[in-house]
């Protein structure tokens, strides 16, 4: 299995809250009018993870979602060059990350929600993902163990 890549992804919590993407267990991540965040949902492939980030009223990241579907035409927006995926939701942060906190840590200075503020989907460094998830005093939930394979019978 490929490792999974990292994004940050932004919602107003009043147009589409984390605890909502918690109910519906999943949703199509669509609307995105910037050709460069639309290259960026063009990038994700299921299973990377993305940091859920409430933009304007709470300016937080809040969670963690997951990418459900390789990208396909953003229905939103029929017979135009936009893009969307599915995503469903990880685990809700115990302690939401707040922008002001992002700001005053140094090692984060490079932190896409900083450096490139506008985009609502953006990569994210690995380790950037890792301090986020650590300062939010949250941890992904393991995955299932998958079952051990059957040992092919030897023919008589």
Same mark, same amino acid.
């Given at each position: 299995?490929? #490792?999974? /890549?990292?994004? %940050?992804? !932004? +919602?107003?919590? +009043?147009? $589409?809250? $984390?605890? !909502? %993407?918690e109910e519906d267990g999943r949703t199509e991540w669509t609307g995105v009018r910037s050709f460069e965040a639309r290259n960026n949902i063009r990038a994700m492939t299921p299973g990377d993870l993305c940091l859920y980030y409430h933009s304007n009223e709470d300016k937080a990241v809040v969670g963690v979602a997951c990418v459900l579907s390789k990208p396909g035409p953003d229905p939103t927006a029929p017979g135009e060059d936009w893009a969307s995926v599915d995503v469903g939701p990880v685990v809700a942060f115990t302690t939401p990350v707040t922008l002001a906190t992002i700001k005053a840590t140094p090692a984060l200075k490079d932190f896409p929600l900083i #450096? /490139? +503020? /506008? %985009?609502s989907v953006t990569p994210t460094p690995a380790e950037h993902f890792e301090l986020v998830l650590k300062m939010g005093k949250t941890k992904l939930p393991k995955p299932p163990a998958s079952k051990p394979k059957a040992k092919p019978r030897a023919r008589p």
């Open positions: 299995m490929a #490792t999974p /890549r990292y994004w %940050l992804i !932004k +919602s107003e919590p +009043s147009v $589409y809250a $984390y605890a !909502k %993407l #450096t /490139r +503020s /506008r %985009l």
